[in-house]
């Protein structure tokens, strides 16, 4: 009996031995746990979040041209590794300025606003966004001297980052030249050239139509019938290129705003017995697949483009601005290039591999400048 109890004191002991054991080992893993944990914490604390960007695009998701911004930005931001989120207005920019009213009345402004003034909406929507501490980018069509004064001199913000904008006046000067040589109509009295541009609100549209304006003018070899505006729309230029080719027999240059233009006047063109690139000649802007081809089998005979790139551009902008950098307030850079088949550009806007551009060598160099061009 004595040694029955010895052995249940022995057997409760080495219970009892083992149980504390654990729990030392246990508490022990806690207490690493907890340690590593605390270290984590404290570490995504110091770390920098990054920013979020809201890129407000006034184009259609179908469009060609503001699916190219769309990819390029897209590669940026996924390089540079910052939050983009992209909202389309669908050619409407009453919905643009619908989207930031929604962001300010739901408290979801992003740190960083990327806002293009298509139809002059801009105004509209800075308006709404006075006292509010957002970042702001103008993209591609900018405001006025005296609009950014009064827009960007809120204390409580809304703060300009920069404006870029590609050279519009340069591209409509040497697409409209280049097209001029392209085509030699045979005609008695001087050829008549048609320029389509987009619309009379955009300032972009209004600096590629004049620069063609001048180059016509100073060519000389060539007679201005008329300005028409097509709002940037392949339908529309149809429409009134038929009119206008059924009235004017000497008509033989049609200068367009953008390729969806340029394809509507070709096809009415087509329509009346023309043949694009031999008795009739356009040219275009823009680098969609269809555009590219067109221009590669002649029946483009000049065209423009790589100013897609403008918003993976603001991308490194807003990568510069939120290490520190000190950005320049306007920014303007040629960004268009004449499009030429059998180039190495020519073939690097067909394949469309932007993951192999390294986009951080694009960042502001030792002197706070800026280069935005691929060859």
Same mark, same amino acid.
């Given at each position: ?48 979040? $990054? ?83 957002? *970042? ?9 001297? $005296?609009?950014?004064? +009064? ?48 619309? *009379? ?11 063609? +304006? ?11 019938? $008329? ?22 027999? +000497? ?112 960042? $502001? ?11």
């Amino acid at each position: 009996m004595i040694n029955l109890q010895f052995n249940l004191l022995s057997i409760s002991l080495w219970i009892q031995s083992v149980i504390k054991r654990k729990k030392i080992r246990i508490l022990t893993r806690l207490s690493t746990l907890l340690f590593l944990t605390t270290t984590l914490l404290s570490a995504s604390s110091l770390a920098k979040p $990054q920013p979020d960007v809201l890129f407000i695009n006034p184009g259609q998701t179908s469009e060609s041209f503001w699916h190219d911004v769309d990819l390029f930005m897209q590669e940026a931001a996924k390089q540079l590794d910052l939050n983009l989120i992209t909202y389309h207005a669908e050619r409407n920019p009453y919905l643009m300025i619908k989207k930031v009213k929604q962001l300010i009345d739901d408290e979801q402004l992003p740190e960083y606003l990327v806002l293009v003034n298509e139809d002059n909406a801009a105004m509209r929507m800075l308006y709404l966004l006075q006292g509010k501490p957002v *970042k702001v980018v103008m993209l591609l069509n900018d405001l006025k001297k $005296q609009d950014k004064a +009064r827009f960007f001199n809120h204390p409580g913000g809304p703060f300009l980052v920069a404006s870029l904008t590609p050279d519009n006046h340069m591209v409509g000067y040497e697409t409209a030249e280049k097209l001029i040589e392209k085509g030699i109509a045979n005609t008695e009295h001087p050829a008549q050239i048609l320029i389509i541009s987009g619309n *009379k609100n955009t300032p972009a549209s209004n600096q590629r139509e004049l620069g063609a +304006r001048q180059s016509i003018v100073l060519n000389g070899k060539t007679e201005l019938l $008329q300005v028409v505006y097509a709002n940037w729309n392949e339908q529309t230029a149809y429409d009134k290129t038929k009119l206008l080719l059924q009235r004017h027999s +000497r008509l033989c240059y049609i200068w367009t705003a953008n390729d969806s233009m340029a394809f509507g006047a070709m096809r009415a063109a087509t329509e009346l017995g023309k043949q694009p690139g031999k008795d009739i000649f356009f040219s275009a802007v823009n680098t969609s697949a269809a555009v590219l081809n067109a221009r590669s089998t002649g029946t483009i005979s000049s065209l423009g483009g790589g100013h897609f790139m403008a918003g993976g551009w603001a991308i490194v902008l807003i990568y510069d601005h939120a290490q520190g950098k000190t950005i320049p307030n306007k920014i303007e850079q040629p960004m268009f290039q004449l499009i030429e088949p059998d180039t190495p550009l020519f073939k690097a806007l067909e394949a469309k591999n932007w993951q192999n551009i390294n986009f951080k060598g694009f960042s $502001q160099n030792k002197d706070g400048e800026y280069s935005f061009m691929i060859q």
